[in-house]
């Protein structure tokens, strides 16, 4: 994060927070804007260690590098999951 931070030049502190609060604000903030931002079950797997890779680095690009050449670009536009997934379910006409 303070990577990505330092490319859009809006850096920002990181804080560590109890998961019930982070999934409390992002129900809050969900609620909001008419969106779902992370699960219980995301939570769960994140605290589990499931979402980390000791293996190989699967990308041809760094994070950082992208964030840095796209960083004109970045947090620009606000993408809905929920309107995603709606997206991808209604039929092709």
Same mark, same amino acid.
């Given at each position: 994060?303070? &990577?990505?931070?330092?490319? @859009?030049?809006? &850096?920002?502190?990181?804080?560590?927070?109890?998961? =019930?609060?982070?999934?409390?604000?992002?129900?809050?903030?969900?609620?909001?804007?008419?969106?779902?931002?992370?699960?219980? &079950?995301?939570?769960? #797997?994140?605290?589990?260690?499931?979402? /980390?890779? /000791? #293996?190989?680095?699967?990308? +041809? @690009?760094?994070?950082? /590098? =992208?964030?840095?050449? +796209?960083?004109?670009?970045? #947090?620009? +536009?606000?993408?809905? &999951?929920?309107?995603?997934? +709606?997206?991808?379910?209604?039929?092709?006409?």
């Amino acid at each position: 994060m303070e &990577e990505i931070g330092q490319a @859009i030049h809006c &850096e920002r502190p990181i804080m560590q927070i109890p998961p =019930w609060f982070g999934y409390l604000a992002s129900r809050i903030i969900g609620f909001l804007m008419r969106d779902v931002f992370i699960t219980r &079950e995301e939570i769960r #797997g994140l605290m589990a260690g499931l979402l /980390d890779v /000791d #293996g190989p680095v699967g990308g +041809n @690009i760094r994070l950082g /590098d =992208w964030c840095r050449t +796209n960083a004109a670009r970045l #947090g620009r +536009n606000y993408a809905s &999951e929920l309107a995603r997934r +709606n997206d991808r379910t209604k039929p092709y006409r």
